[in-house]
């Protein structure tokens, strides 16, 4: 699907594309508030300062999309691959991304506060600067990421936060 029918039809009010294939496809600044994408294939497309705000991204092939200073408030990315995928300045507050890859993902910067991250793979992430205050981490490894600089501050381990992996020197765990 090119990406100006996808704009026609969810300017018409059409807002599931379950499945849908948008491999590198451009909507920079594109309002997709609320749409559902789940199990689409976004690899490759540039959603930079896209509205994806409420969206449901659900097992979505999200590798290597660039997502950069984009709204993802409350948006559903359970299980989506985010292999590669440029979140920077990303705001992410209150998503869902559980058992989400992120494996080598790009998240500096980015406000994760309140996100669910249970079980996601950040190995190899950019978590520099990041804001993960009020997230849920549990069974989710950070030693795996750069964290220099993030914010954990009320961060839901599930266990000692000294299981975490994290330096202390290198994150702030309180105010």
């Not at 999200?62 to 997502?67: H, K, N, P, Q």
């Not at 910067?109 to 950019?126: F, P, R, T, V, W």
């Amino acid at each position: 699907m090119k990406a100006h029918e996808l704009m026609n039809r969810f300017a018409d009010q059409e807002s599931n594309f379950h499945g849908v294939s948008l491999h590198q496809v451009s909507l920079v600044k594109a309002d997709l508030s609320r749409i559902d994408l789940s199990c689409a294939d976004l690899s490759e497309a540039n959603l930079s300062q896209a509205d994806l705000s409420g969206a449901c991204l659900q097992q979505a092939n999200l590798s290597a999309v660039d997502l950069s200073d984009a709204h993802l408030v409350g948006t559903n990315l359970v299980e989506a691959n985010l292999i590669g995928a440029d979140l920077s300045g990303a705001d992410l507050s209150g998503a869902n991304l559980a058992r989400a890859d992120l494996r080598c993902a790009n998240l500096h910067h980015a406000n994760l506060s309140g996100a669910n991250l249970i079980e996601a793979n950040l190995d190899g992430a950019d978590l520099n600067r990041a804001n993960l205050e009020g997230a849920n981490i549990t069974q989710t490894d950070l030693s795996v990421a750069d964290t220099t600089g993030a914010n954990l501050c009320g961060t839901e381990v599930g266990c000692d936060e000294s299981a975490v992996g994290v330096s202390p020197k290198w994150t702030t765990w309180a105010g």
